[in-house]
């Protein structure tokens, strides 16, 4: 049985457009934005690796999906244990773990593209590998008879015509998740060095939420096989924290957080105090 060459070219593609974009984006902030650190580029790799590596895919793929009750508790734990431990461990790395010399607000960027891209790579090689083996049994099998014995006859009817655009609009919005992911985590970095500031737990609630929806949608589209336009509830929701996060780095990009301790208390007015009191004596 035949496949255009294209669905056999497209995950050789897209995966190496994956790591075209980690290693791009890495570069281009460390050319572009200054006072860059390497390290903490690493640093949202390993919380990726954790929380999902080491957390998601030890728990959530042994949930049974026999029925639809089951099928919901599915979405629900899927959907809820990405941003409890990718978020949560974002405030965990920046509050506890890596504290920069000088609280360099740009290091959350670096941090969000090494998150981001190393998600990107590693799902979409979980998601394209079985893809890619289901395309050659395919063609090595002589007929539909044979395509039905082997389950493979769905898998044929989707791709038979070319690469559905459900697909490429799916691959579109991973790789927009790692722009996602720099945002949510200069958001949170920000929340991280003034945990009293209202706005900042409000944003940071607000980054765990629609975490949770675009999870939750996306469950629901795999689960349940749902129309291609439920897609646009993620897309739309997703460039929400990429514009929220564009305004927060806006905002204090430029600002010098060495005057921040690490309990993120400001100390900028503590300081002044002392020097006027040198100044009267």
Same mark, same amino acid.
């Given at each position: 049985?035949?496949?255009?060459?294209?669905? *056999?070219?497209?995950?050789?593609?897209?995966?190496?457009?994956?790591?075209?974009?980690?290693?791009?984006?890495?570069?281009?902030?460390?050319?572009?934005?200054?006072?860059?650190?390497?390290?903490?580029?690493?640093?949202?790799?390993?919380?990726?690796?954790?929380?999902?590596?080491?957390?998601?895919?030890?728990?959530?793929? *042994?949930?049974?999906?026999?029925?639809?009750?089951?099928?919901?508790?599915?979405? *629900?734990?899927?959907?809820?244990?990405?941003?409890?431990?990718?978020?949560?461990?974002?405030?965990?790395?920046?509050?506890?773990?890596?504290?920069?010399?000088?609280?360099?607000?740009?290091?959350?960027?670096?941090?969000?593209?090494?998150?981001?891209?190393?998600?990107?790579?590693?799902?979409?090689?979980?998601?394209?590998?079985?893809?890619?083996?289901?395309?050659?049994?395919?063609?090595?099998?002589?007929?539909?008879?044979?395509?039905?014995?082997?389950?493979?006859?769905?898998?044929?009817?989707?791709?038979?015509?070319?690469?559905?655009?459900?697909?490429?609009?799916?691959?579109?919005?991973?790789?927009?998740?790692?722009?996602?992911?720099?945002?949510?985590?200069?958001?949170?970095?920000?929340?991280?060095?003034?945990?009293?500031?209202?706005?900042?737990?409000?944003?940071?609630?607000?980054?765990?939420?629609?975490?949770?929806?675009?999870?939750?949608?996306?469950?629901?589209?795999?689960?349940?096989?749902?129309?291609?336009?439920?897609?646009?509830?993620?897309?739309?929701?997703?460039?929400?924290?990429?514009?929220?996060?564009? *305004?927060?780095?806006?905002?204090?990009?430029?600002?010098?957080?060495?005057?921040?301790?690490?309990?993120?208390?400001?100390?900028?007015?503590?300081?002044?105090?002392?020097?006027?009191?040198?100044?009267?004596?």
């Amino acid at each position: 049985m035949e496949l255009p060459i294209v669905c *056999f070219a497209f995950p050789y593609i897209v995966f190496g457009i994956s790591i075209i974009m980690y290693i791009a984006i890495f570069l281009l902030i460390l050319k572009f934005i200054p006072n860059v650190e390497k390290l903490p580029f690493l640093w949202g790799t390993i919380n990726w690796s954790i929380a999902i590596g080491l957390i998601y895919h030890v728990t959530v793929p *042994f949930i049974p999906t026999d029925s639809n009750q089951l099928k919901y508790l599915k979405a *629900f734990i899927s959907a809820i244990v990405p941003p409890t431990t990718e978020d949560v461990g974002r405030f965990i790395v920046f509050t506890f773990i890596y504290k920069s010399k000088n609280h360099n607000f740009n290091n959350s960027l670096i941090f969000g593209a090494g998150h981001g891209g190393f998600e990107s790579i590693v799902m979409l090689l979980i998601e394209l590998i079985p893809l890619l083996i289901e395309f050659y049994a395919i063609k090595n099998a002589k007929d539909e008879e044979e395509l039905i014995e082997k389950k493979l006859i769905t898998t044929y009817e989707v791709y038979k015509n070319g690469v559905p655009g459900k697909d490429i609009f799916g691959i579109i919005l991973r790789f927009l998740g790692n722009f996602f992911h720099m945002a949510a985590s200069v958001i949170i970095y920000r929340f991280s060095l003034n945990r009293k500031e209202k706005k900042y737990i409000i944003l940071f609630i607000v980054v765990y939420i629609i975490h949770f929806c675009t999870d939750l949608c996306a469950q629901f589209i795999s689960l349940f096989e749902l129309n291609i336009w439920f897609n646009f509830i993620i897309l739309g929701l997703t460039l929400v924290i990429i514009v929220i996060g564009c *305004f927060v780095w806006k905002e204090n990009n430029n600002k010098e957080y060495s005057d921040y301790d690490f309990e993120g208390q400001n100390i900028t007015n503590k300081k002044e105090d002392i020097v006027k009191m040198v100044d009267m004596i």
